[in-house]
């Protein structure tokens, strides 16, 4: 993982110099969080000692720093790098909304997982999401308003884990979100063309309007000075209350007054489902792949079961001989990737509402016979990329999960001077959510990750329905690698269903190719997931879409638009990396 092999040295780089410095491009109008411009390509990791943070902007990377070298931990860091980004980049990620965490505990030695996923209301049914006749609704009319709302868990999972594990109190670390929206920060370019982009429905509800336009209408401009005293307000509430400051009492008031109101598509958030909401433990899902444990969120996600399928699947294959620039190891990752959302569509859900064979869609010699379907020399046919029947005492009949997943969302990985390693994904789903903001902050619309549609054409039960009380399924895959018990990477990215791909792509670049982690966050993406191959257009992964067409995939040029935040933990000391197509930074010391 650490020694560069000289052979693949040379088609690494020529893969990733070929990434060219993209002009500022409109983003594509079902996609608001789609890329605002590529940076120049680094492949040099940031390199530290002691401590590093790599997140999605640099003011919340810098404040997570500070907190670290204040002698705060990689959760007390967390805290702060998580309220710092529901600010500057409050399309993506906050309070509103919900979040996985991966959490290495370097004193207990122990790598666990916290579900911080939004859950839905007590009076949510699974008819939520269709219409009159009982069809489905369009996706934005289900997002934008309050029908798509779910309890958020963020908080309480930041508040709670900090509780357990955090040093310094948690006054101090909620302050430094507080000075920035009372001093403001300037408008970032990415936030300005989300905002041009988004123009039309973040315009519809007054909160978001307010806060996003100029007294013109006219969206912010780049390095205008955005203050948010209503931010600053909610998060002094929170700083003094704690969770219950957010989840009971005036904030909590807001949160549900604006859901129920949403003019044209209210939805049926309660102040007891704020009230009633828990994070959960849970075990982390690990496969090993190699020389690794690679581990993540199990469900309510199916980040770490998707990710450890690709890994599983071609784990026969020796792909590390193949290498980057070979179409034919795109054709078994491509395939492999089909094949894992072909179960994740069939049998991923949340667990606590739903059985499903957990343990079965990781099992060795499962994957091993499923692996012997992409011994051919082609791309797999159409009717030849099903579900696979997963060892699993409960024989039951499940329809294809039809759920509409968009980009959107952050991650950020810190490593602490002790050696706590933090690896979160989080989100408020769409880009701006359900464009309902209260408090300073914008609430999510989580819910549409439920697929919409209750029943398959046959008439079998989709495991990712609506029900009361239930987490809709992500694709979040926050991940930690260990090697000999002892964490090795902490990696994930946003990118809505695409994240599995972006994830697993990078986790290949790294244990597989040996690349460093800034060079595998900069590597063209190739993403397959439910049959199309999407290549990254203006790269050199497009040069890879005549050699996948003549083996018989689908090829789509596609602005595909990853945010890996990965830090490793070498011998030698961390290396961080940060995605190129958004506006972020690894800092460490
Ligand atoms: N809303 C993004 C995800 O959970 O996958």
């Given at each position: ?74 959760i007390?860091?967390m805290v702060?790098?998580q309220l ?9 990620s906050g309070i509103?909304g919900g979040a996985f965490l991966v959490y ?8 666990t997982t916290f579900d911080g996923r939004e ?32 309890t958020p868990g963020t908080l309480r999972l930041i508040f709670d884990t900090h509780e357990r594990f955090g ?76 969770a219950?400051?957010f989840y ?29 909401y828990r994070i959960v433990e849970r ?14 969120m ?124 933090v690896?979160i994904t989080t989100t ?43 987490r809709?399924?992500?694709?979040m895959?926050p ?111």
């Amino acid at each position: 993982m650490t020694s560069l092999r000289p052979v693949l040295a040379a088609a690494i780089a020529g893969l990733l110099l070929a990434i060219p410095c993209r002009a500022q491009q409109a983003a594509d109008a079902v996609e608001p969080e789609a890329p605002t411009g590529m940076r120049p390509v680094s492949t040099e990791p940031a390199k530290a000692t002691k401590f590093m943070v790599a997140a999605a902007n640099q003011l919340a990377a810098e404040a997570g720093l500070q907190i670290l070298k204040k002698g705060g931990n990689a959760i007390d860091a967390m805290v702060t790098t998580q309220l710092v980004l529901n600010l500057v980049e409050p399309q993506s990620s906050g309070i509103g909304g919900g979040a996985f965490l991966v959490y290495f505990d370097a004193k207990a030695g122990r790598l666990t997982t916290f579900d911080g996923r939004e859950t839905a209301p007590a009076a949510a049914d699974p008819t939520l999401f269709l219409d009159e006749a009982g069809d489905p609704l369009s996706f934005y009319d289900a997002v934008v308003g309050g029908r798509s709302v779910g309890t958020p868990g963020t908080l309480r999972l930041i508040f709670d884990t900090h509780e357990r594990f955090g040093a310094l109190d948690w006054k101090t670390v909620v302050q430094p979100a507080i000075d920035l929206a009372t001093d403001g920060f300037k408008v970032s370019p990415r936030l300005h063309a989300l905002i041009v982009e988004e123009g039309q429905r973040l315009k519809r509800f007054a909160g978001a309007r307010d806060y996003f336009f100029d007294a013109k209408g006219e969206p912010l401009k780049v390095g205008a000075i955005l203050k948010n005293e209503a931010f600053a307000k909610t998060l002094r509430l929170i700083a003094d209350k704690g969770a219950a400051g957010f989840y009971e009492g005036p904030i909590a008031e807001d949160i549900v007054r604006t859901v129920q109101n949403a003019e044209g598509n209210p939805g049926r958030l309660a102040l007891s489902d704020l009230k009633n909401y828990r994070i959960v433990e849970r075990e982390p899902v690990c496969l090993t792949y190699r020389a690794y444990e690679v581990c993540g969120m199990g469900p309510p996600s199916s980040g770490a079961l998707t990710v450890g399928q690709i890994l599983g699947l071609i784990e026969p294959f020796d792909i590390a001989a193949l290498g980057p620039g070979s179409a034919k190891a795109w054709r078994l990752i491509g395939d492999a990737s089909r094949l894992a959302f072909a179960d994740r569509g069939r049998y991923m859900a949340d667990i606590d509402y739903v059985p499903m064979p957990l343990r079965g869609l990781l099992d060795k010699d499962y994957l091993a016979t499923r692996s012997k379907l992409l011994m051919g020399d082609t791309a797999l046919a159409k009717d030849a990329v099903a579900p696979g029947t997963p060892p699993w005492d409960h024989a039951m009949l499940r329809g294809d999960d039809v759920a509409i997943e968009l980009p959107s969302t952050s991650h950020f990985s810190i490593v602490d001077g002790t050696g706590n390693v933090v690896s979160i994904t989080t989100t408020i789903e769409n880009g701006f959510g359900s464009r309902l903001m209260t408090g300073g902050f914008l609430l999510n619309n989580e819910l549409t990750d439920f697929s919409f549609e209750t029943h398959d054409a046959d008439g079998a039960v989709i495991a990712n329905a609506v029900a009361p009380g239930k987490r809709p399924r992500s694709s979040m895959a926050p991940t930690v690698v260990m090697q000999d018990g002892k964490p090795v990477l902490a990696i994930g990215s946003p990118g809505g269903s695409r994240i599995i791909g972006y994830v697993a792509e990078a986790l290949i670049a790294v244990l597989d190719w040996n690349m460093n982690v800034q060079e595998a966050a900069s590597l063209p993406h190739l993403v397959n997931r439910f049959g199309t191959y999407d290549v990254e257009a203006g790269t050199d992964a497009a040069k890879l879409a005549g050699p996948l067409s003549d083996l018989g995939f689908e090829v789509k040029e596609a602005d595909l638009n990853s945010g890996i935040h990965a830090i490793a933990i070498t011998p030698e000391g961390l290396e961080g990396g940060a995605d190129p197509r958004r506006e972020g930074v690894a800092l460490g010391e």
